[in-house]
């Protein structure tokens, strides 16, 4: 199952790369450059620029987050039935839902621009960016570190790493 | 003592230990092995350490404040993005390519490539696109460096402000003396005495864009607010899709950084991985706090009206240091600033010349050159030679010039590497039409300066290209053979 998932999540973010490359593009474009201040830009009116992409942004977010996963479970050799592939599977679930958590609040401070919560000096969205999603990897070393020597490099792999460059010679 | 006098006396603490460095490891430099591996000896400290500060580059400490000051909060991706790469890095290649340098005594990258494959066109094309990488993303590094020294110096009244070529050539003088002398040795040490400095430079310097601001980082984030609500959300004035595809190139393309991967070959043994994957991230992550610290700073000040719009992105972080910062300050963190550079620079003048002297004439004539190591200390300074070159021709911005690099070494190498060193089933036709796709793309996306829509990232579909390539040939391609000592360190 795991030898398919990454080429089948391949084909399935060329399918939204393709519907976002061919989705219309605001009237305003983007990088616009700052009404005053010369070499920085503004983002505008973020309803109007979103408005055709922030379902399929977040899609090809789900996609590529749920590609690495897989590919962390597949690199690992760990079965997603193993207390160590059902740990990277929740890390990635985690993962997906601090990521659609940050889509939502973005999609709510568009629709009230005013009244924009804060957590940790960042409105809400880019606190979940930063705290949410700068936090994952943490989860990912973890399970790294603590199946290192179950996993990962193995008793096995000790023992045979000092005759691999005998047998080569 | 005035502050400029302060600062250029650190400038010049710091070279001068570069270049002590690299007298200590010309002495232990002794054959082709020592000067591009170490003699596969390193510690898991001195590698981790290298392995972070070869990442925050001239590209993070000068390009990333000059995002920020730019493009806003969408830059964060980047940064966010990166400390996954990390995990992605060691997961997929972390023990991997420690036992098949093991099994094939590499001297570069594609000497493995080569020997897992049992292709040596495979091997000339991955030499190929580092070396392409190399000249591109060396040519920010040094770019980068000569404009912070430049910096420094226009400051200093005796001195005044020199052209970039001559300073270029100073800190040029510096870098390839001590990447001559001791090869990726004094590079790896040199990163280390860096990575330190850098870390000490942004916690530093996090206390002094806070203390710059009335009210501290949260003042910082509503002013940007209140002016463009859109540059301080998590897509910046970007939006989603470019924010999202630059995600795509920073996670999957750290594994395909040659200047990093080739360290995870260099350690005692595999078991060090364990120590270095967190190491590596929490040491990225603190230096990222300058990144951060400085472009939001800036950006809210100029908003505020309190310092006149920079004349270039690229100037926040030196604009910052010489405005705000205590001088002390300012000189530990101008000596981050060039340690950051010089660490990836060195690490890409070691695989450039590598390519050149080694992997290139292995693949065309089947065997190394004559006197290698002395071939390779030359080709060292050819390298950073041209680099220059490529720099003082390019207008381009510090930091896209980066990314550029950064994506020709993605496309080209996570497929090959990252992928087909854990899958048996890759075959050399998937990888070398892999590394085309992705060369070809990358590059004719360049010259013909072509901007997707919705600012959709280049690097990203020339990766998503390769990889489907990669995947498509292989699997429809007769499964290879593999040679049984390769397969064995892949099994394990």
């Known amino acids: 199952m795991t030898r398919w998932l990454i080429p089948l999540l391949l084909i399935a973010s060329w399918g939204v790369t393709v519907a976002i490359l061919l989705s219309p593009e605001p009237v305003a474009g983007f990088a616009i450059p700052h009404d005053v201040i010369p070499k920085m830009e503004q983002g505008d009116n973020g309803q109007q620029r979103h408005e055709h992409t922030l379902l399929l942004g977040w899609m090809f977010g789900v996609l590529l987050i749920a590609t690495f996963g897989g590919l962390m479970v597949w690199s690992s050799g760990a079965r997603c039935n193993s207390l160590m592939g059902g740990l990277l599977v929740a890390t990635t679930l985690i993962f997906e839902g601090v990521f659609s958590a940050m889509c939502w609040s973005y999609h709510r401070q568009l629709a009230d621009p005013a009244a924009v919560s804060f957590f940790g000096s960042f409105p809400a969205g880019t606190a979940w960016q930063l705290y949410g999603m700068g936090a994952i990897p943490f989860l990912f070393v973890g399970i790294y570190v603590g199946f290192f020597s179950r996993q990962i490099v193995t008793p096995r792999t000790t023992a045979e790493f000092p005759h691999l460059s005998k047998s080569s010679r | ?10 400038i ?28 596969s000896r390193l510690g898991f400290v001195v590698t981790s350490v290298a392995i972070f500060s070869s990442t925050m580059s001239g590209w993070g400490f000068v390009g990333g404040p000059g995002l920020i000051y730019t493009i806003g909060a969408g830059t964060f991706w980047m940064i966010v993005s990166t400390g996954l790469g990390f995990c992605g890095m060691f997961f997929l290649l972390g023990k991997r390519l420690r036992l ?12 493995v490539v080569t020997a897992r494959y049992n292709s040596r066109s495979t091997g000339f094309l991955t030499a190929i696109a580092i070396l392409l990488g190399v000249l591109g993303y060396l040519g920010t590094q040094i770019l980068a460096m000569a404009m912070v020294l430049q910096s420094i110096l226009a400051d200093v009244a005796s001195i005044g402000l020199l052209p970039l070529s001559v300073c270029m050539a100073i800190s040029c003088a510096v870098l390839v003396f001590y990447c001559v002398t001791g090869g990726i040795i004094a590079s790896v040490y040199t990163d280390l005495v860096q990575g330190i400095i850098m870390v000490v430079a ?3 310097v996090v206390a002094a864009t806070v203390s710059s601001v009335e009210g501290g980082l949260e003042g910082m984030t509503r002013t940007i607010l209140a002016d463009d609500a859109e540059a301080m959300g998590p897509w910046g004035t970007r939006g989603i899709v470019g924010c999202m595809s630059w995600y795509f190139v920073f996670v999957f393309g750290l594994a395909g950084q040659p200047h990093l991967i080739t360290k995870l070959m260099m350690t005692r043994k595999p078991d060090d991985a364990r120590v270095m994957l967190p190491m590596s991230v929490v040491g990225f992550l603190l230096t990222a706090l300058l990144w951060i610290g400085i472009g939001l700073c800036m950006r809210t000040l100029v908003l505020q009206g309190g310092h006149a719009p920079l004349s270039e992105p690229d100037q926040a972080s030196p604009e910052f240091l010489k405005t705000y910062a205590h001088p002390v300050l300012a000189g530990v963190v101008f000596a981050g600033l060039m340690a950051a550079i010089m660490s990836t620079a060195d690490s890409f003048l070691n695989i450039g010349a590598a390519a050149i002297v080694h992997d290139i004439p292995r693949a065309l004539r089947g065997r190394s050159l004559n006197n290698e190591l002395l071939w390779a200390r030359i080709a060292t300074v050819v390298i ?21 690099g950064w994506s020709v070494f993605s496309g080209a190498i996570v497929p090959t590497v990252a992928i087909g060193f854990n899958w048996k089933r890759a075959t050399p036709l998937a990888c070398n039409l892999a590394i085309v796709t992705s060369l070809v793309l990358n590059v004719g996306l360049q010259v013909f300066s072509v901007t997707l829509p919705h600012l959709f990232y280049n690097g990203a579909v020339a990766l998503l290209a390769s990889l489907t390539v990669f995947y498509v040939v292989s699997i429809c391609s007769a499964p290879p053979k593999l040679d049984p000592d390769i397969e064995t360190a892949m099994d394990l």
């Open chain 2, 100 to 111: 098949l340098a093991e099994v094939t005594n590499p001297i570069s990258l594609p000497d």
């Open chain 2, 384 to 404: 950073a030679a041209v680099a220059a070159g490529v720099a003082l021709a390019s207008g381009k911005m510090v930091a896209l010039l980066g990314a550029v």
């Open chain 2, 12 to 39: 010049l603490g710091y070279m001068l230990l570069c270049i002590v460095v690299g007298l200590w490891a010309m002495r232990r430099t002794r054959s082709t092995h020592d000067f591009f591996m170490a003699g």
């Open chain 2, 1 to 10: 003592m005035d502050r400029s006098q302060i600062v250029l006396a650190f």
């Open chain 2, 202 to 204: 942004a916690l530093l």
